[in-house]
Nanobody, 124 residues
Framework: QVQLVESGGGLVQAGGSLRLSCAAS????????MGWFRQAPGKEREFVAAISWSASMTYYANSVKGRFTISRDNAKNAVYLQMNSLKPDDTAVYYCGIRYGSGSYYYTSNYAYWGQGTQVTVSS
């Protein structure tokens, strides 16, 4: 039984910061990568950031690069997303996922498991 649980979302003023956490249980990550995606009402789920397991390589959407930082703690089966300089356009439900295989980190089809999501709302 694989479970992913996100936490850390909330309401924040523009320019503020939030740190999202995702804890996995039921299995170990092995060599799988992890990623964060977000979805706003009426829009499809979009890539935010991802991180590899073995080399700690990171990937970011252009819209968040320089503001967001992804990290992971394999001993705790956890992945984090530090979000700084938040903008109203960052408002969305944020999901973490487990990537399988060697497919691109940028596409949802390469992720097999997802959490329930955590709401991030940025006011202006």
């Amino acid at each position: 039984q694989v479970q992913l649980v996100e936490s850390g979302g909330g309401l924040v003023q523009a320019g503020g910061s939030l740190r999202l956490s995702c804890a996995a249980s039921g299995r170990t990550f092995g060599s799988n990568g992890m990623g964060w995606f977000r979805q706003a009402p009426g829009k499809e789920r979009e890539f935010v950031a991802a991180i590899s397991w073995s080399a700690s390589m990171t990937y970011y959407a252009n819209s968040v690069k320089g503001r967001f930082t992804i990290s992971r703690d394999n001993a705790k089966n956890a992945v984090y997303l530090q979000m700084n300089s938040l903008k109203p356009d960052d408002t969305a439900v944020y999901y973490c996922g487990i990537r399988y295989g060697s497919g691109s980190y940028y596409y949802t089809s390469n992720y097999a498991y997802w959490g329930q999501g955590t709401q991030v709302t940025v006011s202006s």
